[in-house]
């Protein structure tokens, strides 16, 4: 369940929001008459809830849902889809751009038309909201209901004025951009995930606060289109969770891409003159004023637990964490359960699915699946992308677990090469000695589709054994993780072994 | 293999050396003892550069190149001014809690370029000053002098507070802003840091050797090209500290683990060089298996003059590594020397064979800071770093040393504060 900053007044409804919008929220929409008594009742229908509901109904259990405002969530309305709409333009405007080195001739004249730019992303959200369509939940047998939900007591609720019944609930309400404590930006106005997408024209400046994934996405994106923009980091890298080497590579590449990189940086002040934003920032002692058009925030996300007056559920809660599980994802409420953004700390959209489904298993049927046992890939989606699965090699030192890693730097894979995207590499961690994944990080354009094997390895048990006999298609950029498993048996030719083989071969 | 030219390596090491050594007296300050950063004009001095020619100072007199007399004089002005600085931590200070600014006056010893308090710069200055301390150690009343000021300076160290309540040791402070919000994170050049603070009979680490972990808990072992190695990028991580340690032999519990030592690994790290200039994946001008040194060094800036590869960033001085960059096809012809001790015959044959293609990184005897065969000008000269950076100048003076005597080691291995710093450190076995 999101609860947004007012749209812009600026935006304009097209065709495809208007199909979004019928098929998220319609504005006729009447909720049905409450059942005497449901099975699961899910509160917010993002990721989470729109997995829940349709994975319980599918299984024939009685379910409703609760959103208080657009279905399909942050995902669908403003988060992956949308950003991942305009990521994909701005690459091929960095392609232009960039036309020399392929060979080709870069256009003369590189017009950016940002209005068509967020069309084409509006057209994607709205043949992407037909899944999560409200059509469609009411054909597979949920009870949809828009308004804000409240506890009554730890086994009813109400939504618009009707009282549901629950044998087991669900709060799957997501996550909202929090808001950094810098003196005059609220008066300034800021631009978050929420309303960025909105925008009908590119500012010429641009500051993007905070170097997280959705800051660092969208800074490299924007000043593709042409803003000139400036991104601020109060840490010393980029992505502070990712490894050391991937955030350098991913500041070597804003730099390239023209972004102005101000690591080890804070926001300090912004105020308003002569119709510009004028942000006050300071660096080890060091102060600057940057003069922008709009300020775009990525500071962190904070969990949606308000309003739902869930001490009166008996739900344990806390305003920075969000709802507290256990687990098996069962909150101090034996009867409810919680999903996604509002109760996890890894906050994707693929997580929010994967916990979603976790609960069916566990409220409906008496399950013990663990949160604890996923496998949980992520990826940044600037270019080149940033994903990783599993264990850092620090994580794994700091639980006395020797690490071992096998790396590819992405310009011995040929069809890197051949590509023109070498930058970037492939980390396969294994216990040392052994050829048990641990995790790994893989820092590439395509980085995305191909950490999706190393976690497939992880979750079967394959290790880079059975890896390196995996005949990988050529040439692939995947190829980099076959080449760590080579790379892996090759150290298992000891002295001691080469000796025998001689011995043997003679 | 590169034709050697007539001299032999002893020779060439020996003009080199003596070179290197030379900027130490062409650069300091006789006053204050402080050496220039490097010798563009204006230069502030580096502590971290006072640091190597301290430890500089002993095989010059050790080879005749310096009188003894001369040697004392020098340190004993470098530490009497060391030891009356303005340790108040105010921001045109010398210093703070026994660390020293990073840059300083090369007149007046104050601060210069609003630079950090570094930790790290600090400890190579003491690790010069413990070395001076063990070589001059006749009963002489100068160097009776000089020994009580390098104890007295090296125990005033307040190491606990450059944790600044974290448990590693914080890289930097400034009086504008406190502490650096950044620890060290990853391999580097800190381990002559760390033992020097574990050391410290007054005011070691708190954690004792837990913080020492907990920085190593950041080391990544990798398989790269091939080889094994504790991986850092950039060639000066796998040399400084071992200006003055010898590691060869002595393992930490990392290094157990492994079965390999710092030393090893730092041959490593000169193969994993070699591997990458060969396969030279940005396709610069001049890069093979004798021609690399990706380190900290100075390099060309944009906007470039005479140059048609304008297009091309260039990244100025930067801590340039192998194998994810930065790299803009800058080398440091003195970063395959500082290896010598490590691997003799690549870091030779690299030498030599930079000298023959590309003759004009040197000068003055001296190997200039970098050169970028990339860029070239209309009449076909390759790019050199104008000038001469001392601590390029210093890691050669006192590599060469260690690979000719290793009297530097050897003076350190007597060194009780360094040997407590490695024990508490968990380094055991070997000499130690």
């Not at chain 1, 209901?145 to 997501?174: C, E």
């Not at chain 2, 009356?84 to 601060?111: E, M, P, V």
Request: hydrophobic content about 40%.
């Amino acid at each position: 369940m999101t609860q947004r900053n007012p749209p812009d007044p600026t935006a304009t409804q097209d065709a495809g929001d208007i199909e979004r919008l019928a098929n998220v929220h319609p504005a006729r929409w009447r909720n049905p008459t409450p059942a005497d008594h449901y099975a699961l009742v899910v509160i917010g229908a993002g990721t989470a809830g729109l997995v829940a509901a349709h994975a319980a109904a599918a299984l024939g259990a009685k379910v409703a849902l609760i959103e208080r405002n657009l279905l399909g969530g942050d995902c669908l309305n403003v988060g992956c889809v949308p950003s991942k709409a305009i990521i994909r333009t701005s690459h091929l405007y960095a392609d232009m751009r960039d036309a020399g080195q392929y060979g080709a001739q870069t256009p003369a004249d590189i017009r950016v038309d940002f209005a068509a730019v967020m069309q084409r992303m509006r057209g994607i959200r709205a043949r992407i909201s037909r899944v999560d369509s409200v059509q469609r939940l009411v054909a597979a047998g949920v009870d949809v209901f828009f308004g804000q939900a409240r506890f009554g007591a730890s086994d009813w609720l109400t939504v618009d004025g009707a009282k549901l019944r629950f044998r087991k609930a669900l709060i799957a309400t997501g996550a909202r951009p929090d808001t950094p404590a810098i003196p005059g930006l609220v008066e300034a106005g800021f631009l978050t995930n929420e309303n960025v997408f909105d925008l009908t024209e590119l500012p010429r400046r641009l500051l993007v606060i905070g170097g997280g994934p959705l800051g660092c996405e969208l800074a490299q994106a924007f000043c593709r289109f042409g803003a000139q923009t400036t991104i601020a980091q109060r840490w010393p890298l980029f992505l502070p969770r990712e490894e050391r080497d991937a955030a350098q590579l991913l500041s070597d590449a804003f730099v390239r891409d023209g972004i102005e990189v101000r690591l080890n940086t804070t926001a300090v002040n912004v105020r308003v003159a002569g119709g510009q934003k004028l942000v006050d920032l300071v660096s080890e002692g060091h102060e600057s004023t940057v003069a922008v058009d709009a300020i775009l925030t990525g500071t962190g996300r904070v969990p949606n637990v308000d309003g739902l007056d869930l001490e009166i559920a008996g739900v344990e809660y806390d305003t920075t964490t969000g709802v507290r599980v256990d687990d098996f994802l069962r909150t101090s409420n034996p009867r409810i359960y919680a999903a996604g953004d509002a109760c996890l700390q890894d906050k994707f959209t693929h997580t929010a699915d994967a916990s979603a489904r976790i609960v069916v298993q566990n409220a409906l049927f008496l399950g013990r699946q663990r949160l604890s046992a996923l496998t949980i890939p992520w990826c940044t989606y600037t270019d080149p992308a940033i994903a990783h699965v599993g264990l850092y090699v620090r994580q794994a030192r700091e639980r006395g677990i020797p690490v071992k890693t096998f790396t590819v730097p992405m310009h011995e894979v040929d069809r890197a090469i051949a590509d023109s995207e070498e930058a970037g590499f492939v980390k396969i961690h294994v216990r040392e000695r052994t050829d048990r994944i641990l995790g790994a990080t893989v820092v590439a354009r395509h980085a995305g589709e191909m950490i999706n094997e190393i976690s497939l390895a992880m979750v079967a048990g394959i290790g880079l054994r059975t890896l390196a006999r995996v005949i990988h298609a050529y040439p692939t950029q995947a190829e980099g993780i076959k080449k760590a498993a080579d790379a892996y048996n090759r150290t298992r030719l000891t002295p001691a072994v080469r000796s025998l083989l001689r011995r043997w071969l003679r | 293999m590169t034709p050697r030219s007539p001299l032999s390596d002893e020779a060439l090491l020996d003009q080199l050396q003596r070179a290197a050594f030379g900027y130490f007296l062409e650069a300091v300050n006789p006053a204050n003892g402080l050496v220039a950063d490097n010798s563009r004009a204006n230069s502030p001095a580096s502590i971290a550069v006072v640091g190597f020619a301290l430890s500089s100072y002993p095989l010059a007199v050790e080879r005749g190149w310096l009188g003894r007399d001369e040697a004392v004089r020098l340190i004993l002005a470098t530490l009497r001014f060391f030891h009356d600085s303005d340790q108040s931590g105010r921001a045109d200070a010398t210093g703070f809690k026994g660390f020293y600014y990073h840059f300083l006056d090369i007149g007046t010893g104050k601060r210069a370029w609003r630079s950090e308090l570094s930790m790290i710069d600090t400890a190579l200055l003491v690790a010069g000053m413990l070395t001076a301390g063990r070589y001059f150690a006749a009963a002489s009343a100068d160097e009776t002098e000089l020994r009580a000021i390098v104890e007295a300076l090296y125990l005033r160290i307040d190491w606990q507070w450059s944790q600044g309540g974290a448990e590693t040791i914080r890289m930097g402070w400034k009086p504008e802003c406190g502490f650096l919000h950044y620890g060290w994170d990853g391999y580097s050049e800190a381990i002559v840091l760390y033992v020097l603070a574990l050391g410290s009979p007054t005011h070691p680490l708190k954690g004792d050797c837990g913080c020492y972990h907990a920085w190593t808990a950041t080391y990544q072992w990798e398989n790269l090209y091939g080889h094994d190695f504790l991986y850092a990028g950039p060639l000066f991580v796998h040399q400084f500290s071992h200006a003055w340690i010898d590691f060869r032999g002595i393992q930490d519990r990392f290094m157990r683990e492994k079965r390999c030592d710092y030393f090893e690994n730092s041959r490593r790290a000169t193969e994993v060089q070699r591997e990458y200039a060969r396969r030279n994946p940005q396709r610069f001008t001049g890069y093979d298996e004798n021609c690399w040194g990706l380190t900290a060094c100075d390099g060309p800036s944009n906007p470039l003059p005479q140059s048609a590869h304008t297009a091309r960033r260039l990244f100025g001085y930067a801590a340039r590594g192998v194998p994810y960059g930065p790299d803009d096809g800058t080398l440091a012809g003195w970063a395959p020397l500082a290896s010598l001790p490590f691997a003799p015959d690549r870091a030779l044959c690299a030498l030599r064979t930079m000298l023959q293609r590309y003759p004009q990184m040197r000068s003055d005897g001296r190997l200039s800071s970098s050169f970028n065969p990339t860029l070239n000008d209309a009449s076909g000269d390759v790019w050199v770093s104008p000038g001469h950076f001392g601590l390029d100048q210093g890691i050669v003076a006192v590599m060469i040393e260690n690979h000719r005597s290793g009297l530097i080691w050897r003076l350190m291995r007597d060194c009780a504060h360094v040997a407590t710093g490695l024990r508490r450190a968990g380094f055991r076995g070997g000499w130690l």
